[in-house]
Structure formats: structure tokens, C-alpha cells
């Protein structure tokens, strides 16, 4: 049994995370390599209808708090019901998001404080992720990739200055996690992003391909 495969995929909207993340999965596949592909928040039912009232465009009116509570709820079903139970299997977790889009996000662009975020999620720490890929994207090129999504979330409306202070907020996550979270720089190709990406983890699990 392993508990240290837990590996988290962080960034600014239009990062490169989804692609990522299935361009590890078919590696994995072609390994024979036992894991679980989930997100936050989402990944079980509860979870994901949690999602669905954060993200919604038409609950303009939810505060901050209310947002970070949220996340921190979903955030521990989650935890508790997929990821504990599969890393307890042996398998390694990839996971699109986790704590530190709380921190982020929550804790520095929307004002609540990284220390409240962590207070709200005390439930859920403990199990921090093992490796955390950041993928640096700068929030122009962020918000360029974005205006080309056919359809938008109630975060990803945001005016820009939000999405500065997310940005933000993840050089504050990295300075706090330094052991844990590799930065990548997401302003290069996809193709580049991704390769990138996949040779950390690889090296992180000490595979050779």
C-alpha cells in the first residue's frame, strides 16, 4: 500500500490541466499503471451537484464565505469517499484540483485569508496532495484562451483583476508548498505544456519510458 500517490493539477482558467491529465491517463494505460482520474469539486455525486450550485452563473449572489464552505464540503466527501479509499488500494490519484485552488482562490482573490481556507478545510488535511503540478499560465494569455470557450462558469466571468489575484495567489501556494508543488510554465504549447508535465510525474514515481 501506497499513500504517497496522490498527485494534484493546478492553474488559472485555461491552463491545460484537462488535457493534461488525459494525456497521462493514456500513458498510464499503456503502462498497466493502477489509478483514478477525478476533480474538485466533483469526482462523486454529492460532490458534483455541490459543483454545479458554485458554478452556476445564476447564484451571482453567494458570498465568498459561502463559496470557500462549499468548496471545503465537497472538498471532504470527496477526500473521504475516492481519494482515501483508492490510494489505500495502492493506486495513485490524479486529481484536477484540490486545496490549493482554495487558497487560491478563496484565500487570496476573493479576500478570505489562505489561514481561513485552511481553518474551513481542517477536516480534509489530512491528506495533502504528494506532488502538485502547477501550470503557470500569465492571466492574458489565460483570459485570450478563455474568450474561445463556447460556454462559461460563474468563475470564469470574473472581470480581470480577479483573475490577477488567482494568479497571485498560486506564487503564495507555491511559496508555502515549495517541497511539494512543481511549477510549469503553461505560456509555452500544449504539446510542450504536456510533455513538461509528464516528465515530472514520471520522475516524481521514478518510472522510465
Known sequence: MNLKNFITFEGGECSG?????????ALFDELGIEYI????????KIAEQIRNIILDINNKE??????????????????SERVIPALNEGKIVLCDRFLDSSLAYQGY??????DNVLKANSFALEKLPDLTIFIDV???????????????????LEEMDFHKRVYDGYHKVMEMYPDRVVRIDGNQSL???????????LEYLKLKV
Open 37 to 44: 482520474s477525478t476533480r474538485e469539486p466533483g469526482g462523486i
Open 138 to 156: 500569465t492571466p492574458d494569455v489565460a483570459l485570450k484562451r478563455l474568450s474561445g470557450r463556447d460556454k462559461q462558469d460563474r468563475l470564469d
Open 17 to 25: 490541466k484537462t488535457t493534461v491529465i488525459h494525456s497521462i491517463k
Open 62 to 79: 453567494m458570498t465568498s464565505e459561502t463559496e470557500t464552505l462549499l468548496y471545503a464540503a465537497a472538498r471532504m466527501q470527496h477526500l
Open 191 to 201: 504539446e510542450e505544456v504536456t510533455k513538461d508535465c509528464i516528465n515530472k510525474v
Open 109 to 114: 482573490a476573493r479576500g478570505i485569508g489562505m
